[in-house]
């Protein structure tokens, strides 16, 4: 099983949709949670930090569920800027730091 | 912030040849990581740079086959040895801890490494 499982993708939507990324994490003892967003043939950059008690930013609503070791990333009113792939990242202590990424869910957002 | 620039930005290398990817960072930085990213896919932990000591390798990854080196806080290198087109990747390197505070991991633009 892999540490950080996202949906496979490609999630096709139109301008205006909402969308919702779902992430499981394996390793209970993670402590941090990211999602990160990818542009074709660029780096990563940090979208939004994950907390347990839920954050938003703009459009951007992040939730964390430690119980369920669950992480979801919900973008309103999508705009075609947003196309992008989507990466789930959790942080894990075992070993020393270490930051896992999954694989990634690449949003295509259509006028 | 911090930026982070790499050298090469891509390069073009025949089989057997090592290649040594320079990272630089503009402020100091708590931790530094190398990534590889192969087209399509997601990125992969290669190892953790150690100021002043020997990198720690994720499972696959050794020390003979990417050496890295980490002399000050804001600088590392990362060789690929005797290279095969399997070494064929998006090389990148990773720093954390820029701001107290902050857990936000900052990267580099990579290396385009082809291996003919």
Same mark, same amino acid.
């Given at each position: 099983r892999k540490e950080v499982e996202q949906d496979p993708g490609p999630f096709n939507v139109p301008e205006g949709a909402t969308v919702a990324f779902n992430c499981t994490y394996s390793?209970?003892?993670?402590q941090s949670f990211f999602w990160y967003r990818q542009d074709c043939r660029k780096e990563p950059k940090l979208l939004m930090s994950v907390y347990s008690s839920g954050n938003e930013d703009g459009r951007f609503t992040a939730q964390l569920n430690r119980a369920s070791q669950y992480i979801s990333l919900l973008i309103r009113?999508?705009?075609?800027?947003?196309s992008a792939t989507y990466l789930c990242v959790v942080t894990s202590p075992t070993g020393g730091f270490k930051t896992i990424f999954g694989a990634g869910t690449r949003l295509f957002v259509k006028a | 912030s911090a930026v982070i620039s790499q050298k090469p930005s891509r390069d073009i290398c025949q089989r057997g040849t090592s290649l040594t990817i320079q990272c630089q960072v503009d402020s100091q930085v708590t931790m530094m990581f190398w990534y590889r990213q192969q087209p399509g896919q997601s990125l992969t932990l290669i190892a953790t740079a150690n100021q002043g000591s020997e990198a720690t390798y994720e499972s696959g990854f050794v020390i003979d086959k990417f050496p890295i080196s980490r002399p000050n806080l804001t600088f590392s290198t990362l060789t690929v040895s005797?290279? /095969?087109?399997?070494? /064929?990747s998006i090389y990148l390197c990773s720093g954390y801890?820029?701001?107290?505070g902050s857990d936000e991991q900052y990267f580099g633009p990579g290396t385009r490494l082809t291996v003919t």
């Open positions: 390793n209970s003892a993670s009113d999508s705009k075609l800027s947003d | 005797n290279m /095969s087109p399997e070494d /064929s801890g820029a701001r107290q």
